[in-house]
Every structure is written in C-alpha cells, then in structure tokens.
C-alpha cells in the first residue's frame, strides 16, 4: 500500500523562536495586523510503500527520531493518509 | 475571535527540491526503507485576532501573499481553527 505522510516538526514552546519574531516584525512594517505568538518550523511531505498504516506508521516514527527531528529543540507530528 | 492559522508554504511541483533529495539519502544511509518523492517546506503557527472568520481567512492570504510564501516557487495552504 502507499500512504502520504504529511509531517510537521516545530521548535518546542520552551524554545526561542526568532524566525518567529522576525516573521510578525515584517508583518507590522507591511501593515498587516492582528497577528502573534508566530512559531515557524519545517512541513516535509513523503510517500512511503508499506505493507499496512500500522507499517507505515512505524517507519514514519523511526524515520522522524532518527533524522526528521532533533528532539532535544522540537517536536514532531505526522498524519498518514492512503493513495 | 481570535484563530489559530496552520499554514504550510511548499515548493511548487515543478522546482527541484534538494533538501528533499537530501532527505532520501540520509534515510536510506539509516536504513529506513519505502520513502519516495520527499518536499520539503515550512509550517508556521500563528495566532490572529480578527473580527470574523472571513475576515481573518483575507489577513492570512495577504501575509502569505505579501510575505511568507514567494509566490514564484513556492504555494501555500492554510487553516483556521478558532480558540
């Protein structure tokens, strides 16, 4: 079966965000308003071929721990949706 | 009200994406099987006070329009989840 992971991994809330920061300082010098508390992280979309969801789901944990996320700095989260 | 805005700014389709291929590599180097076709961009949590839904939804597509997505290479996607 194959199976889209749709993976999210952000800075955790202990951590200083200044892209962040930056991010609503640009959005004030264009006017734009009513925005805060902006946390920006990385959205990585992959297929994966697996036998089953429970599979992929595995892979998707083992590949997010090992590579995907530096788990001391952030955390991740992950939907998996079949194709 | 205010609104959570989730947005994901991805590369389009037709850019290479080399983190992406970066990615894979590691992965495979790891010894962590049945990944294909990885993109890679940016998720970005922000929290927006706004009048009403449609007015917050028009707020975003101007931030992702006039800063947070260059519209040349990449698209961006959101939602809004009142809280």
Redesign the interface.
């Known amino acids: 079966m194959k199976f889209l992971?749709s993976i999210?991994?952000?800075p955790i809330k202990e951590i200083l965000d200044p892209q962040?920061k930056a991010?609503l300082l640009?959005?004030k010098n264009?006017d734009?308003?009513?925005?805060?508390?902006?946390?920006?992280?990385?959205?990585?979309?992959?297929?994966?071929?697996?036998a089953d969801k429970a599979t992929?789901e595995s892979?998707v944990e083992?590949?997010c721990k090992?590579?995907?996320a530096n788990l001391i700095m952030e955390e991740y989260t992950f939907e998996l949706t079949a194709i």
Chains 1, 2 share one sequence.
């Open positions: 992971a999210d991994v952000m962040g991010v640009g959005l264009l734009i308003q009513g925005f805060s508390d902006c946390r920006i992280g990385k959205h990585i979309n992959m297929e994966i071929e697996a992929a892979i083992d590949a090992k590579l995907l």
